[in-house]
Structure formats: C-alpha cells, structure tokens
C-alpha cells in the first residue's frame, strides 16, 4: 500500500515537471519569435535610411551638375561628404545598436532640412540665370538685326556699276535651318543634336555666270561661334569662318541644294543663324530658334 502511494505521487510529480517543463519550452519559443520580429524590423528600419541617405547623396550630385557658382558648388560638395560619410557610419553600425541608430535618424532628419534648403536656392540661381541668358539673346538678335539694316543700307547706296554686278549675283530663296538627332530625326533639344540640314533654293537668274559654283555655309550658335568649323573664306575685304562648302553646278534655272553641316560639339539653347555665301558675297540667310 505504500509503495503503491510512492508511485503515485512520483507518477503526479513527474507530469507536473513535464508539464512546466513544456510550458518554459513555449514560453521561450514564444520569446524568441517576439526578438526575431524586433531584429528583423530594426533591420529594415536601418536598410530604409540606408536607403535616404543614398538618395540624399545623389540629389547633392544632381544639384552640382546644374549650378557654375564656385563658392554655392564648394558648400554643395561638403555636404555630399558629409552625407556618405553618415551613410558609411551606418552602414557599420548594426541594426539592433539602438543607441547609435537613434543619433544617425537624427542627422537624417538633419540632412533632410539642409538638402531641402539647398534645393530651393539652386532653382533660385537657375530661374536668374534663365533670365538673363533671355535678356542676353534678345541683345544679340537685336545686334544681328541693326547689322543686317546696316548691310542693306550700303547695297543701296551702291553706284549702278554695283547695282549690275548685284544684278548677276546668286540668290539663295526659302532657306531653312533643321536640327537632327542621330536618327536623322527632327531633334528638339540641343544634347540631341547631331548634324543641322540646311535647305534652299537657288533662285533662277539669267544674267549670273553658268557653270560650277562654291557654296559656303555658315551657321553660328547663340554666342556667334561657328558650328563645325572646317575652314575660312573671304567676305567684305576680311577672312570668315564656314561650317560646310558644297560645289553645284548652276545653268541659270532654279536649283534647289541641302547641305548636312555635322555636329561634335556642345549647343545650348537660343537662336542659331545660317549665312549663305558664293563668290565672297553673302547670297541668303535665316535663323532659327531652339528653346532647350
């Protein structure tokens, strides 16, 4: 009888310890599971800033690009460094260091402000300087005009010996300036430009010389230098550049000529002008205007 009450108070004591003892087991796996879904969090909570702090570091390189003002692009680049150097700092700091992620979210937010700030002072800069470069052009094609008035005004005063040899000089009519892209497509921006075509017309003129004629085709950018410049001819008692030369051979009829003038070299937006030239007289011109 009592060994039969030993065994089943040791029978009792035995299911009560399996029974803590499975209740400890769930208890830590529960646990566990809680600190895997706090690590994993806080590593994606510093994979996200990772993240911010590239993104901040590119928009500091963007905004370097599209600013010329040495003092503004000095005090850009340091906060580039600094912005990777916070980057680097937390990409060695590991994501359950609560402590040093906090600091590093701080100088996020930081770095936020400061970037936004720069943000708007650029694209201040940038509207100023779009003005100006207007004001600028708008000078220059008022230069252009008052010369080409200029020119006019001398034709006209020429004597009739003048007015007979004018008489017999080429005419070149419905001229065109057309930039193109690599594709030989119409290209609307400048960074797209490859090659400019230019079109006209050799008007008919029974009094000018038949037989072989060299054109010269000039065409200038905003700023007056000469795109693809391959070599010079004379005009009005000086020597000129050209961006293209093409032989015809005229019979007196109306003849129409395109010549392709390549481009390797960097345009910006503005009023390009093309001048036509035969025989050190120029015989046509025409512009055009390429807004980006």
Known sequence: MKNKKIIIIASVAGILLIGGLV???????????????????AAMDKKEMENEYT??????????RSIR????????????NKTKSLLSELKQTKSNDAREITRLKRELSTVRAVLRTYIIQVD???????????????VKQQYSEATTQISNLTTEKQSLSDKVA????????????????KKGKPAKKTKDVTRFVVNFTI???ITAQTGERKLFIRVTKPNNDV??????????????SYSAMKVVEYSGEEKPVTVYVP?????????????????????GSSSLSIDK
Do not use: W
Request: include cysteine.
């Open 166 to 181: 004018i008489a017999s000089q080429l005419d070149a009519t419905s001229i065109s300036l057309s930039p193109q892209n």
């Open 227 to 240: 795109v693809g410049q391959s070599g010079t001819v004379s005009y009005e008692s000086t020597t000129i």
């Open 124 to 138: 201040s800069l940038n509207r100023l300087n779009e003005n100006l470069t207007r004001e600028n052009q708008h």
């Open 69 to 80: 003002n040495d003092s503004l692009m000095q005090r850009l680049t340091q906060e580039e």
């Open 23 to 41: 209740y400890l087991f769930h208890n830590l796996q529960k646990q566990r599971r809680a600190n895997d879904d706090l690590e994993q969090l």
């Open 263 to 283: 481009v390797n070299e960097f345009l910006s937006p503005g009023t390009y002008h093309v001048y036509i030239f035969c025989e050190s007289t120029m015989i």
């Open 55 to 64: 993104q901040f570091a590119l928009q500091y390189d963007e905004l370097k």
């Open 203 to 205: 008007a008919k003129n």
